[in-house]
């Protein structure tokens, strides 16, 4: 921190410990072992692009920067509220390899000046009903929720699928994995993650 800084009350933002990543295969052996829930092999990273550069060239940018190194191969993909995702799969689902492609990802954007716009990771599981449960790492906080979108929530007259989240599952999960990961205790940052890759 430099003097002006420190006069003016100022202090840069910590550096993402990316490293909790690597507790979500244990807990993904928890959710099995407990709710039938299995990685789908799919993770991703949410990030908002630069203002006032072209999404292309943002997408040849973080292209560039993975594929140095035999890097994780990735998709791109911009959501409905302007994010964009940046998405691995692992075939057949490994979560291991998920989350060390996730952390090379995420430290590769940190490290090329994207840090400030990264928001979150996700890993997505699935059980034998189809449900989809979504595990969301919130970059800046260093803390992982519960994201579960409600099964069976019907379709509107317009065709659409009524949004709905399934708040009892999600607060049995943030329980049942209180000792695997670092959850986040303020429930008005799990925000709601509609349309993510995965889920």
């Known amino acids: 921190m430099g003097l002006f800084d420190a006069i003016l009350g100022r202090s840069r933002p910590a550096r993402p410990d990316f490293d909790q ?16 829930l299995r990685s789908t092999g799919t993770g991703s ?24 190194d035999a890097g994780p191969k990735v998709d791109v993909s911009i959501d409905s509220y302007g994010y964009t995702w940046l998405v691995c799969h692992s075939d057949p689902p490994d979560i291991s390899a998920l989350v060390t492609d ?13 840090g400030s716009a990264l928001l979150c990771a996700l890993t997505s599981f699935t059980d034998d009903s189809g449900r989809r449960v979504g595990l969301v790492y919130l970059v800046k906080q260093g803390t992982f929720y ?7 929530s019907g379709t509107t007259i317009d065709g659409t699928t009524p949004q709905k989240r399934d708040n009892v599952l999600e607060m049995q999960l943030r329980d049942l994995l209180r000792d695997e990961l670092r959850i986040e205790p303020d429930l008005s940052r799990w925000f709601a993650v509609w349309g993510a890759p995965g889920l």
């Open 102 to 114: 996730l952390h090379a990802v995420n430290t590769t954007l940190a490290d090329s000046g994207f």
């Open 146 to 152: 519960p994201f579960v979108p409600a099964l069976g």
């Open 21 to 36: 990543l690597f507790s979500l295969p244990s807990a993904a052996i928890t959710l099995e072992a407990s709710m039938g």
């Open 45 to 68: 990273v949410a990030f908002r692009a630069p203002e006032g550069r072209a999404f292309a060239d943002v997408e040849s940018d973080i292209r560039s920067l993975l594929d140095i």
